[in-house]
């Protein structure tokens, strides 16, 4: 079982990954000399930092369940995966979809709408990055939810 002391490492490398994708999209709004923009360009390595962590630890506690859970597993997992970010991207993308309809008065993508909020949108390419903006790493987490399975079963 993994304790929170044992690998209190996890929490503090998502910590660095929280700064180096906050230095590179601060970086984006201000102009940056060549030095500083070497520095801070090496900011989107927090992404993969971040989803490296992330394997590592939903591969541990799919691990953990399996021995308690046995055939409800899969299901499970799932289910709660879903029940943790699925709500708050919906709310998020509600209120995109309000910002880009009601304020800036811009049309939705139908298409884009239902690839993002099936989570699909690391698949249909056009939608990737739309509602909401940023929202890409998490159509990519939750079809790595769906792969967790899969790969520790084979």
Known sequence: M????????VNALRGYA???VMLIHSS???????FGKKIYDNGDLGVQLFFILSGFTLFNSYSKRRL??????????IIRRFFRIAPYYYIAGLIYVFYKVVIKHNAINLKNLIANYTFTNGIYLPGINDIPP??????????????IPMLLNM
Do not use: C, P, V
Request: glycine residues 10%.
């Open 18 to 20: 929280i700064l180096l």
């Open 134 to 147: 940023g929202g890409w790493s998490i159509g990519i987490e939750m079809l790595f939810y769906l792969m």
């Open 28 to 34: 984006q709004a201000f102009k940056i000399h060549d």
């Open 68 to 77: 308690r859970e046995g055939k409800l597993t899969n299901r499970n997992f």
């Open 2 to 9: 993994i304790s929170s002391e044992k690998y209190r490492w």
